[in-house]
């Protein structure tokens, strides 16, 4: 790293370094069987040049081959038209884990194995694969311009299981996902029975008639539709016109409801500062349906005169301020109408610039305040702004199968549910 530094001192190039350490344990297990242990170290670097006060980045994995790197970025130099401002940064902020969770790898084995002990209870299971990663995360940055010397260090656990059911001559294979701080096994597993006894409802479905509905959107439902319009909130899509929320800033675009925040340095993968250096804090994007606040980078805070709210790398921990009511008082609530409790294609069925929402989806009917049967050959119908406008009720179920964003459930009025019946 100093080298490279050295180097392109002689070549009048500033350079900044991120580099980026992950240290994984990987476990996983099919129906009775270990089939994988693995342990994995990977170093990543993120370099950053500033020649003639123009920025240009590099991403790689090597770095011992200085002089390669010094050659790219000259090229890179050459042929960018970017002429943004950028800077380095100038922290000196060291935050280390005292003591990581120590992880009895023993213990894990076990716990996945006995998911395979789910086939005594559900006869038409036919195949279980399970998985855990413990992963830990150090994060550095150096340059000399500023004497920058920063230090973070984080770890979260993760859990998969995939389970193929068989019935009435249907497959279905069930995936979840599911993130925590520190390891809570029978949490995951819960979360999978219940999700797993919505799947068997849902083996008998059908469809609906198309109209309007009284809609409970699960939380993996919401944390999906969020996730995907979470770029929206970066300056540099707002300024480009290319945001859904270009020309929002300041006016009312949600329900009083809604709260949405941004709060790293607490989140399951907790970061106290971005790939560029700037510290990051709690903020709040959204007060009471009020836009309130754009993130950005470095580049964009200087050419919006705008403070950099560390924001390199997108979200992190961004989440939805949870209600009080629990999901199966949503489910009493909606009385009458659908829960979409899955949804697909988003990365095909959204306009990130109208807003517009158009996917595939399932879910459950529910009828005088009981799931009666499941649906299948739907399709959710919306507005980015319509989800978090036409809120009847926040849940207090914040979803774990994403590390950036986590939300709760949401009870919502007259969505457009599109069936075949």
Same mark, same amino acid.
């Given at each position: 790293m100093n080298k490279l530094i050295e180097l392109g001192k002689k070549h009048n190039i500033d350079i900044e370094i991120f580099k980026e350490k992950n240290n994984s344990t990987d476990i996983s297990t099919l129906n009775d069987k270990v089939k994988l242990f693995q342990i994995t170290n990977v170093t990543s670097y993120i370099i950053k040049a500033i020649k003639n006060n123009r920025c240009v980045k590099i991403v790689t994995e090597n770095i011992n081959d200085v002089e390669e790197i010094i050659n790219t970025l000259e090229e890179i130099f050459n042929t960018s038209d970017n002429k943004n401002s950028n800077k380095l940064c100038s922290g000196?902020?060291?935050n280390k884990v005292k003591d990581y969770e120590k992880i009895d790898n023993t213990k894990v084995k076990e716990d996945l194995l006995s998911l395979n002990e789910l086939k005594n209870k559900y006869s038409c299971i036919k195949t279980v694969e399970a998985e855990f990663s413990h992963a830990e995360i150090g994060k550095f =940055? /150096?340059?000399?311009?500023?004497?920058?010397?920063?230090?973070?260090? /984080?770890?979260?656990?993760?859990?998969?299981a995939s389970v193929t059911v068989e019935k009435n001559n249907q497959t279905r294979v069930l995936y979840i996902g599911f993130y925590t701080k520190e390891y809570n096994f029978d949490e995951f597993k819960e979360y999978l029975l219940k999700k797993l006894d919505y799947l068997l409802i849902k083996l008998d479905s059908t469809s609906v008639e198309t109209k309007k509905y009284k809609v409970l959107l699960a939380n993996n439902v919401v944390a999906s539709i969020l996730s995907t319009f979470s770029a929206s909130f970066q300056s540099k899509g707002i300024y480009l016109n290319e945001s859904v929320?270009?020309?929002k800033l300041n006016k009312k675009i949600f329900s009083d409801k809604i709260t949405i =925040?941004?709060?790293?340095?607490?989140? =399951?993968?907790?970061?106290?500062?971005?790939s560029e250096g700037t510290l990051k804090k709690k903020q709040v994007l959204v007060d009471k349906g009020t836009f309130v606040k754009e993130i950005n980078n470095i580049e964009y805070a200087i050419k919006l005169e705008k403070d950099a709210t560390g924001n390199a790398n997108g979200v992190n921990n961004l989440y939805i301020e949870k209600g009080s009511k629990t999901f199966d008082e949503l489910v009493k609530e909606l009385n009458n109408g659908i829960i979409i409790d899955e949804a697909y294609g988003f990365h095909a069925g959204v306009d990130k610039k109208t807003g517009n929402i158009s996917v595939q989806a399932e879910g459950l009917l529910v009828q005088n305040g009981k799931i009666t049967k499941g649906l299948n050959m739907i399709i959710l119908s919306t507005n980015f702004f319509e989800v978090f406008t036409n809120v009847i009720e926040v849940g207090n179920d914040l979803s774990k199968f994403s590390l950036s964003v986590s939300t709760p459930s949401l009870l919502l009025d007259n969505i457009t549910i599109a069936g075949k019946e």
């Open positions: 000196n902020v060291k =940055i /150096t340059n000399e311009l500023n004497n920058c010397d920063m230090e973070d260090e /984080t770890y979260f656990n993760s859990y998969g929320l270009s020309d =925040i941004e709060d790293s340095p607490n989140g =399951i993968l907790n970061s106290n500062f971005d």
